[in-house]
């Protein structure tokens, strides 16, 4: 099963596995599909895996990883909720670690945001949370700075967009922190409405 053709999150998981021609997938340890609910209302988009997330399989791990739920359990959420309305869905646009931890390169974007598609049309969340510039620009298509593009929500797809800091960049930058609280309140006051029923972003190939 191709990656555009999966019904499911475990048909994803083995095409990728399978793909011969992903770069990444040959320099990295091991693929970093996703983690928590897959019933989940919001999923975090993140721009690629990490030295501790190639070492374990799963997204946003290690202190970076702790940080983020953290912050998510600041607003009673947890990637192991069981209920959809408190959990989330993460992962990332590259789905291998890129060599040296380096930013994703616009060609590796564009090669695998069909498969965050696939994620999306899979999972039907009703937000989307980029963390850092990478995924917000990767998810949107644009070449800004964070700062222009965090605090506020955008449509995509008929989804709402939310991007704000990473969690890593929080370590070592400190004064974001309070603007990125102020984006996860937001996120969690947006969560708590109404919002439409959970769309798809539109077939990349069509």
């Known amino acids: 099963v191709g990656a555009s053709a999966a019904s499911s999150r475990r048909d994803l998981g083995a095409a990728m596995a399978g793909d011969p021609h992903c770069e990444l997938r040959k320099g990295a340890r091991n693929l970093v599909l996703s983690g928590g609910n897959p019933a989940a209302r919001l999923m975090i988009v993140g721009g690629a895996p990490g030295r501790d997330e190639d070492i374990e399989g799963r997204p946003f791990v290690g202190r970076a990883g702790q940080l983020l739920d953290r912050m998510l359990a600041a607003i009673a959420m947890a990637r192991t909720a069981p209920d959809a309305e408190a959990s989330v869905y993460i992962t990332n646009i590259l789905k291998s670690r890129p060599p040296n931890n380096r930013d994703p390169l616009p060609a590796e974007v564009e090669a695998h945001i069909p498969i965050l598609y696939k994620q999306i049309e899979l999972v039907r969340p009703k937000l989307i949370l980029a963390v850092g510039k990478s995924a917000g620009n990767g998810l949107l298509g644009r070449t800004s700075s964070l700062a222009s593009l965090r605090g ?11 991007v704000t800091y990473h969690p890593a960049a929080l370590l070592r930058n400190p004064q974001w922190k309070r603007p990125t609280w102020e984006d996860v309140k937001l996120l969690r006051t947006r969560s708590d409405q109404p919002v439409g029923a959970r769309v798809a972003p539109p077939d990349p190939h069509g």
């Open 152 to 162: 506020k929500f955008q449509d995509y797809y008929g989804l709402q967009l939310l």
